[in-house]
C-alpha cells in the first residue's frame, strides 16, 4: 500500500476527484484475461450503460485506454477531413488545445474566442455561421480552466436551424455526468468525455459520416475503423481483439457507472447544482470573486475564483493542504498564477454524508484566516 | 469487490499477467492530484527506473497512457516522415499490424514476412539493406501470437555496419523484463513496451532524429512535441501539464519497477529461461508442437503449441479452465483456431514458491486426459 493512503488529503480538484471505495476496490480486480467471459460481461454492459449517462438510444460508444485528449484525436482523425472547416468555440485554454489538434490532422479552424470568464454568444455563432460551410463546430461544454458552462442545447437548436449538416461536437470531459446532456433530444452528434481514459459517445449519424468519409483515417490508435469491430463484438458479448483494453479500469469504469445510473439522472444532475450553488454562495459572502463573467454561465462540477490580493497561489495552496484538502492553481496560461480551482462532482456531491464540500469550504475559511484575509471571515 | 476475485482463475496468457498483490494494491491509491508533490516524486521515480529495465543511461522514457498499440502511432508519427522507407521484419500478426499502423502515417513500408513460426534471416535483412536507404527497421523482439523471438542484438549489430543511419526500433511489447535488451550497448535506438499503457523509451540519437524532422508531427495525442516537456518536467520533480496522467497507473508501475530493479536483472532473465524450460521439455515430452521452428527461436515469456489431433480450442480452453487456469487461444489469423499460447511472466515466474506454473501444468496434463488424449500422459 502506498505511503501516501496513511495521511489521504481530500482531492477537491476539477478532476481526478475523489472515488468511491468499491470503484477503488475494482480497480485491484485480480487480473483476468480481456476475453473472458466475465469480462466480455462487464465490458459490454459498460458499453450500454454509457448511452444512458447521455441519453442517446442510438449512440455508438467507444471505450478505449488514453488521457482526455486522444478523444479529439478520435474527432479530429475521424470525422475532419483534411481542408475542411470546423468553428471551435472558445471559452478557455481547452478551445486552444482542441483547435490545435483539429489542425494537426488537416482541418481548417476557425475559432470563436471569447474574453476570460465569457463563452461565444448565439449571435456571434449565427454570424459567423453564415460565412462558411462548416464540417463540424466543436463546444467544450465546461472549460475545466474557467470553468465556463456552455449552453450545449441552445447551440444545437441554432446550428441544426441554421446549418443542419454541420456536426455538434461537444467535449464534456468535466461535465459528463455532472450537468444535463441529452444526446438525442439535443441533436448533439458526439460527446466525449474522459476518466484517465477517452470515452467518445457519437450517435448514428457520425458513424455515417465516418462511413462516408472520402480520405483515408489519418490516425491507426484512434481510428474508428480499428475500434468500431471491437465495440460491436464486445456489446454482442463477444470478445475481439485490437489492442488490449485496459481491465482494471473497466471493471472500475462498470463500477461506477452501475453507482451512476441506480438514481435517475436528474436527481444527481440537481445534487451537483445545489452544491454547486452552496460553494458559489460562499465564494461570494467571503467576498471572493470568481472567473466566469456571472454565475448563469458558472459549472456544477467546479468553481474557479480568483485569490484576494495579496495573496497568491503560494501562499494558499500549501495552506489549504495542511489543512488536509488539495484544491488546484489556475491552468488558463494567460491568468493561471492569478486563481484557483475547487473541484465538487462524483461522491463528493452525490453522498454529502462524506462532509467532503464543508470540510473543504472549512479549510479555505481556516486557511484565509490564517493567511490575515479578513473580508467577510 | 468483483464477483471475479471470489472464483479467481490464474490467468496464464501471454499478458495480462498476473499481477502482485503491491501492484494490485497501488491501483486503488486513493485519489492523488496529478501535480501533487506525492505524485510528481512517483512518476519521476518511476521515469528513471525505465532506464534500467532496458540498460540505458542516456534514454528518454515515455509514459503515456494507452495500449501498447499507441507505442507504434508514436514510433510512425514521430520518427518517420511521409515516403521514407521502412523496413519491417515479420515474424507473426504484429508485424502486419505495425506496418499498417506506418502506412497510416505515410511511411512506406518493405516487409520481410517469415512463414509462421520463423523469423527473417541475417542474410535475408542484409541483402534487402542494400537496396534502399531505409529511415528506420522495426523488429518485433517477441511476436505473441507466434511466440518466435528475434535476436536484436545480432540484427542491431549488422545494420550498424551495413545502414549506420537506420534506426532501430524494437517493439517490446512481449519481451521488456523478460529478454535481455542492452539499449546503450546494442546500439537500439528505441524500445516500447506497454502494461495496459504504452511505454516508449528512445534514446537520444532518437530524440535528435525527432528534432531534426521537416513534416509537421502527424498526431495530436502521440506528438513527442507534447509529451517530451512533460517527461523532462516530472524527471525534474516539477508538475505540468498535457493530458491527465493515468495517477493510480502510475503508482502501480512504480511498485512493480521497484519490485523488478531490486534484484540483479541478469537474475530475472535466468528465471525466465528455467521456467520457459520447464514448459518448453513438458510441451515436448507430452508429444505436442510449438509454433516456433526450433528452440532457440522461441520467446521465454510464453510458449505457443499446436493442439493434437483432433482436440480443438473448444475442448481445451474450458477444459483447462474448469481445472482454474487460463490460458490463451491462438491470435495468428492464418491459423488462429490451430493452436493455444500459455504465457510465464512476471511473479509467476520470478516467485516459484506460488507454484503457478505447476498448476498450469498439472491442470494441462489432466485436461487432455479426460478429453481423451493420451500420448506420453
Known amino acids: 500500500m502506498s505511503s501516501t493512503n496513511q495521511t489521504h488529503k481530500l482531492c477537491m480538484i476539477p478532476g481526478p476527484v475523489e472515488f468511491h471505495e468499491d470503484v477503488l476496490a475494482a480497480m485491484s480486480t485480480l487480473s483476468t484475461s480481456h476475453v473472458s467471459a466475465d469480462f466480455i460481461s462487464i465490458f459490454g454492459e ?37 481542408n475542411e472547416d470546423v468553428l471551435v468555440l472558445n471559452s478557455g485554454y481547452f478551445g486552444d488545445s482542441f483547435s490545435a489538434c483539429i489542425e494537426t490532422y488537416g482541418g481548417k479552424v476557425t475559432q470563436i474566442k471569447a474574453p476570460i470568464g465569457d463563452k461565444p454568444s448565439l449571435q456571434e455563432i449565427s454570424e459567423i ?15 475545466t480552466s474557467t470553468g465556463v458552462l456552455s449552453d450545449i442545447k441552445e447551440i444545437a437548436q441554432l446550428v441544426k436551424e441554421q446549418s443542419p449538416k454541420t456536426l455538434v461536437i461537444v467535449d464534456g470531459v468535466c461535465s459528463v455526468g455532472v450537468e444535463e446532456i441529452r444526446m438525442d433530444e439535443w441533436g448533439l452528434d458526439l460527446v466525449m468525455t474522459a476518466s484517465q481514459k477517452a470515452l467518445g459517445v457519437p450517435p448514428g449519424l ?85 472567473l466566469p463573467k456571472s454565475r448563469d454561465m458558472a459549472a456544477n462540477g467546479m468553481t474557479a475564483v480568483y485569490y484576494p490580493a495579496p495573496l497568491t497561489a503560494a501562499d494558499l495552496l500549501p495552506k489549504v493542504a495542511s489543512n488536509n484538502i488539495v484544491i488546484a492553481g489556475g491552468l488558463h496560461k494567460a491568468i493561471a498564477s492569478q486563481y484557483f480551482r475547487i ?21 479555505l475559511k481556516v486557511s484565509l484566516k490564517d493567511l490575515g484575509y479578513t473580508a467577510n471571515l
Open 206 to 290: 457520425t458513424i455515417e459520416t465516418f462511413k462516408q468519409r472520402k480520405a483515408p483515417v489519418t490516425s491507426y490508435f484512434a481510428s474508428w475503423n480499428n475500434w468500431l469491430p471491437i465495440m460491436n463484438a464486445y456489446e454482442a458479448r463477444k470478445g475481439m481483439y485490437f489492442a488490449t483494453p485496459p481491465v482494471q479500469l473497466i471493471y472500475a469504469l462498470n463500477t461506477s457507472l452501475k453507482q451512476i445510473t441506480s438514481v435517475p439522472l436528474e436527481k444527481r444532475f440537481e445534487q451537483h447544482k445545489k452544491m454547486s450553488k452552496y460553494v458559489k454562495d460562499t465564494i461570494e459572502e467571503l467576498g471572493l470573486k470568481m
Open 46 to 82: 459498460s458499453i450500454e450503460l454509457l448511452r444512458k449517462i447521455v441519453f442517446t438510444a442510438k449512440g455508438q460508444p467507444f471505450v478505449v485506454s488514453g488521457s482526455g485528449t486522444l478523444g479529439w484525436d478520435m474527432v479530429a482523425s475521424n470525422l475532419v477531413e483534411p
Open 129 to 143: 455561421l453564415k460565412t462558411k460551410s462548416f464540417k463540424a463546430i466543436t463546444i467544450t461544454h465546461v472549460d
Open 343 to 363: 473541484g465538487h462532482m462524483g461522491i463528493s456531491v452525490t453522498e454529502p454524508d462524506r462532509k467532503h464540500l464543508e470540510e473543504t469550504i472549512s479549510a
